[in-house]
């Protein structure tokens, strides 16, 4: 009986740990999180980070429990390119507030790739 206890206990908590590790497509990830959190006063504009109007890269962050942008990164640049500082650190201060769906303020990490212009 007791094994049978710790079976049933090893597959509840394995359950737990694959939904909290979901395999969510990025578009999907991406509209899963601005259902729980909405930008304060501004919107994500990525353009001006690069002066050129052609590129392509890959952004990746996380917003906290008290809405705050954390461990920004910007890499896969195509054509490679450096990202204009100041710009980046106005992106990095962005503040969220926690939409009536996210009562609990659950923290997300969101990877998108981001196309600006034609390329």
Not at 1 to 25: E, F, P, R, W
Not at 85 to 110: D, G, M, R, Y
Request: with cysteine; charged share 15%.
């Amino acid at each position: 009986m007791k094994s049978a206890k710790h079976i049933i206990l090893a597959v509840l908590v394995s359950g737990v740990l694959t939904g909290c590790a979901s395999n969510i497509a990025p578009e999907t990830a991406e509209h899963h999180a601005s259902r729980l959190w909405i930008p304060i006063g501004h919107i994500m504009d990525w353009s001006p980070l690069f002066p050129q109007e052609n590129v392509s890269f890959t952004v990746s962050y996380s917003i906290t429990t008290e809405g705050e942008i954390a461990e920004l990164k910007v890499y896969n640049i195509v054509p490679s390119a450096e990202y204009d500082p100041i710009a980046f650190e106005q992106l990095n201060q962005i503040k969220f507030v926690a939409t009536a769906e996210n009562v609990e303020k659950q923290p997300v990490s969101i990877t998108t790739q981001i196309e600006l212009g034609t390329l």
